[in-house]
């Protein structure tokens, strides 16, 4: 009882004991805030990391090849078995791929996924990702002209088209100020076969336009006069489009073989105000350029839109690889804020990617692949299964890299994990710290109260009580230390987005920069078994640094004790 | 203040004579209560050693006062230590009623200082953080656990304010010692050494601190609780008129009785 009595009224009348137990609280708070903010951050990354990797794949190397595709899945749903909930195939190469911007030519290197439309979405979560509305909802690499005005002020067919027809207007422009200059090139004539045809069917030059279009009245907004042709009976080349996309040839009206060829159907020709080329989906980080506004705001700036045509070069598969180029048209954007990813994935459908490479089997008509990626059930063993596949495809036979998702982004979660005990070990050493300091304090208070001590050994008082007294004091600081310290820091935590913009506001930098961390707010995971560990940490420190007076406090003599003035 | 004080310390509760399970029957006038054999005690100061008791030798009869005088140097208050066993001797035996005390366990020891002696201090040495009561308290508080303490507790704070009545402090039940005098902390200990009914009272110099006026007023009240009580009372001190009062006195000289 006078235990309980004693350690009460010293905490009572000590308030210098509790200004020590300060930084117990501060470093328990401080524990709480960078764990709780850490794991936030971490659980992000992570189903961002995850986000388009699989739990496990099978990987051929770089360029290389899966053959017998269905073969291997077969082996692999066998041998993973219940575990097992998709998988998909999938073609990565590396590529180049290349835009118009305002009349320039960029390229940039890709990875390029061919994906399978149904299952990838299954085996990854590549569909919440997409920018356009419709897309996340339904995948398909048809290009949409709603679903993205949440990224882009417009996009979609009528983008494209607009864009078809100014490009269509400036190039007729050209021709025409080419006309006037270059009159022996008089756009009659575009292509070498043409040429060479019409020399072969005897035919002769047109005569040439004895009077030249005036100049004044020619400008680049205006439509020119179209004298010979009209835009609908026009096959062209978009500005931008490779050889890849449907061959089309600049027919002139007086094309003497006309009668000898198959009458074309317009219907069967593409028109690209109409139709789309293979579609392609593109990390939003590939054409997006940020630049500053004087005023300091960050802006994004898009090179590219849904609807725009780019093209890819990769190269074929097999031994004489060489680059193949093909036209596509964006359908939309892939935004993961990985900025690893988003600056360098790109997507194409699997089986046009096949065709384009030379990935047909010409025996059985199948695909060959270079990835298998796989998801697992929610509870699965993902080193587990990853053992299994590899005790199934041994490295000393197959080429193939099977690896988890986690494996792939080892390098930056070790780095993160050992980050996060590093600072946690930091953040002990402050509240080891902070036991010194209740070391020393108790150690004070036990000398200060020597004669007490004496007093209630001398009324007989065993030493094992007055050591209680002070160990049941250093409990009850450190509880009151700790206690404070977790309320502050999951105070801390829960208005941690409110404290950021306060303390931007005052110190008029922004703390929190959403547009380089990709997070609107700062993300926090409270975790009540790290909060549980945390604070019986700190209880226990406390309780460390109270052994040593309480000790000495039991040790004492009586007579030494109250002889003590 | 001090007629007041008096009046109040006479002011005794007659039926507590006859209520009390020990009465003046149990205690025979002339048995033998403590006694002490050839008891040396040295101290040492560094290598040297600086003998304190050289052999005393000396018993205590149940029911008296007894005085041991010397000058200061003498040896008395580490006489009296040892008798209440907070320190023990170099060599020697010391007997209370029968059984030998100086060589018990730390437990039996300390169970003798909770219930059987009472201890009065020259420098009063109650707690600073507790009231008036809660200091005459303690020594239940230490003797029973937390449950028990709590269950008695009505009990025993009748018999704390009884007793701060009987040294005429019922007034000053909830001050701290430092809002009290010398004299009033002095009566403080001396309640709070009969809390537990203990057979053996032993004081050091308990008017040491004191002037003259307050020093007799707590011996007054010593002397009418010591005859109200039937107490066995051991007074160290170095004042010889103070020794006047007591049954018998012991000199203390050189560290042998003289």
Known sequence: MYKLLLSWRYLRTRFIALASIVSVTLGVATLIVVNSVMAGFVDQMKSRLHGILSDVEIAAPLLGEINYPEKHLEIVREVIGDDLENLTCVVRNPALLSFDFRGRQCTQQVMLLGIDDETFGKVTDFEPYLTSAIKKERFSFKLENEGHEAMFDEGGWDYRRRMIDNRERIRKWEEEQQNLYDVTAAGYFETVQEESEAKEEGFHLAPLPTQAPDLNTVHPADPPPNNSTSPESLTQHVPGSGHGGPKVYRMSPFDPGAEHRPPIDPETLFDPMKDQYTGIILGIAISQRKSQTPDGELRDVYMVRPGDDVQVMFPTVGMNARPVSENCTVVDFYSSNMHEYDASFAFMPLSELQQIRGMMDPLTNEGTISTIQIKLKPDADLNEVRDKLIAQFPPEHFTYDIRTWQDTQRPLLSAVSMELTILNILLFLIIAVAGFGILATFYMIVVEKTKDIGILKALGAPSRGVMSIFLSYGVSLGSVGTGAGILLGLLFVRYINQIADFVGMITGQEIFDPTIYYFSEIPTIISPFMIVWVGLGAILIAVLASVLPALRAARLHPVEALRYE | ?258
Request: hydrophobic share 35%; net charge positive; no cysteine.
């Open chain 2, 1 to 258: 203040m001090s007629d007041v004080a008096r009046k109040r310390t006479i002011k005794f509760d007659q039926s507590r004579k006859q209520k009390s399970g020990r009465g003046p029957n149990l205690k025979i006038a002339g048995q033998t209560a403590m006694t002490v054999k050839d008891l040396y005690k040295s101290y040492y100061k560094g290598k040297h050693e600086v003998p304190v008791l050289k052999g005393v030798s000396l018993s205590v009869q149940s029911g008296d006062f007894t005085a041991i005088v010397g000058q200061s140097g003498s040896g008395k208050s580490t006489l009296l230590h040892l008798l209440g066993t907070l320190d023990a001797p170099d060599s020697g035996e010391i007997h209370f009623e029968g059984s030998r005390i100086d060589s018990m366990s730390a437990r039996q020891k300390e169970r003798l200082r909770n219930r059987e002696f009472g201890m009065i201090f020259q420098f009063y040495h109650l707690l600073p953080e507790l009231t008036t009561i809660e200091n005459v308290l303690v020594p239940k508080m230490v003797q029973d656990g937390f449950f028990k303490y709590l269950a008695n507790k009505r009990k025993y704070k009748k018999r704390a304010t009884e007793l701060l009545e009987m040294v005429g402090l019922s007034h000053r039940l909830k001050h701290k010692p430092n809002q009290l005098s010398g004299g009033e902390m002095q009566r403080t200990a001396i309640a709070r050494s009969l809390v537990s009914d203990p057979k053996i009272l032993l004081a050091d110099e308990p008017t040491g601190n004191l002037d003259s006026q307050n020093g007799r007023e707590v011996m007054d009240t010593l002397d009418a609780l010591r005859k109200h009580e039937n107490l066995t009372v051991v007074m160290v001190t170095h004042d010889d008129r103070l020794a006047e009062k007591a049954d018998r006195v012991i000199r203390l000289e050189n560290g042998k009785v003289a």
